[in-house]
C-alpha cells in the first residue's frame, strides 16, 4: 500500500466501504493522509509493543476519555490502546468499536438530557 499512489487507495477503501455496509452509492473520500511506514527509512514498518515498565493500567489510562468520561472530547483508539492485543490489527479494531460506544452512549445520555 506503501507505494500506491493516494487515488488507488482510496478507490479501494470506497470499494471496501461500500462493500461492508452494503451502499454502493456511498460517496467515497476526497483526499486521504496517510504516512508510508513501511518504505520510512526511520522506522521501516513499525508496531508498539509495552516495555519492560509498562504496566496493565497504562492501557486504561490510553483509553480514558479526555477531559472526562462524562465530556469526552479526546478519545484514542489504535493497536497501542488494546490491553490484550496490542501491536494486531484486531486490538486497533476493537479499541476503536469501544471508543466509538463511548461516543454513542455520550450523544445518547445528551439527547436525553
Not at 486521504?32 to 526511520?42: A, E, G, K, Q, S
Not at 489510562?61 to 469526552?72: I, R
Amino acid at each position: 500500500v506503501d507505494t500506491l499512489p493516494d487515488d488507488d487507495v482510496i478507490a479501494g477503501a470506497t470499494k471496501l466501504i461500500r462493500k461492508f455496509l452494503g451502499n454502493s452509492e456511498l460517496v467515497g473520500p476526497k483526499r486521504i493522509t496517510r504516512h508510508t511506514w513501511l518504505t520510512d527509512p526511520y522506522s521501516l514498518g513499525t508496531w508498539s509493543y509495552p516495555s519492560i515498565h509498562s504496566q496493565h493500567q497504562d492501557y486504561t489510562d490510553l483509553m480514558t476519555p479526555l477531559p472526562s468520561a462524562e465530556n469526552p472530547r479526546l478519545l484514542l483508539a489504535g493497536e497501542h490502546t488494546h490491553p490484550t492485543y496490542w501491536s494486531f490489527m484486531h486490538g486497533a479494531r476493537l479499541s476503536g468499536l469501544e471508543q466509538a460506544q463511548k461516543i454513542l452512549d455520550f450523544i445518547e445520555s445528551s439527547e436525553s438530557r
